[in-house]
């Protein structure tokens, strides 16, 4: 059987493949980079960095684009794929990710973080910035990861159950209103049918897992599998005997924590406690 032929030699990647669109369509306008900031209204840096493929931007730059080279909706289809690109995350998480996506259910437990699928763009860039990530890369995984949060916004999507140590809710962002506005996001977000939020307090004592932040995925073929992770890697487990061991773990935790109830008021009475912006 020959070769199969490619018709425009453009990268087959999604992002790079949104990104290349993007500099084909101003460089057959004539147009640089400056002017067509001035005539869009979006900041050049913004457009650069879509060109490049370090930051996809927003659904509606990407409409204003699609009006200005009269490709209505082409773009935007381009953009939507690229979002669901897997290959904007590190490595080591890709496969994750692709069962993440087909996942019908999540459960998580988190020692002191909230899951990404419910933090906020400013909860992800101070914690991406203290792993290490600058510039680029870190706007990349910053978008990535909220990227993600669509997983539960959609039509469809999974049921999903986060239990999370006291602790989270004691390590405050630096920033006293990005720290309120995540707090505010897991109030909101735990009133969504479909998602449910747990806090296990410090009073519960101690638990199998003090050490292990992880989340469960239940997949249309009726397996399990867990992903258990720290600041330095992780781990997807699919063999059924330790997913097993595990699931008895986070059912102990499940019965130590709080009533999705009294979560709810636990998290509004830390936000309570968080300092309030002076007025101006």
Known sequence: MPARRVV???SQQPRKRFAEELRLLRNGRGESLRELSERLGWDSSTLGKMESGTNLGSPEVVEALD??????GLLLALWEVAMGDNSQFKEQYRR??????????LWHY????????LQTPAYAREALTAGGLLGDELDQQVEARMGRRKLLEEKGAPKFRAIFS?????TRLRDAQAWRDQLEHLVAVSERPGITLHVLPFSAGPHPLMNTSMMFLRLPDARTVAYTENDVRGELIEEIGSVEE???????????????AESQKFITRMLEEVPCEPST
Do not use: F, K
Not at 110 to 117: H, I, N, R
Not at 166 to 170: K, P, T
């Open 67 to 72: 009006t200005h080279y009269g490709t209505p």
């Open 110 to 117: 988190g020692v002191s973080a909230p899951p990404g699928l």
């Open 96 to 105: 994750y990710m692709d069962l993440e996506a087909e996942a019908l259910s």
């Open 166 to 170: 006291e602790a989270v809710l004691r």
């Open 246 to 260: 595990l699931q008895h773990a986070y059912d102990s935790v499940r019965d130590l924590a709080l009533s999705p």
């Open 8 to 10: 425009t030699g453009r």
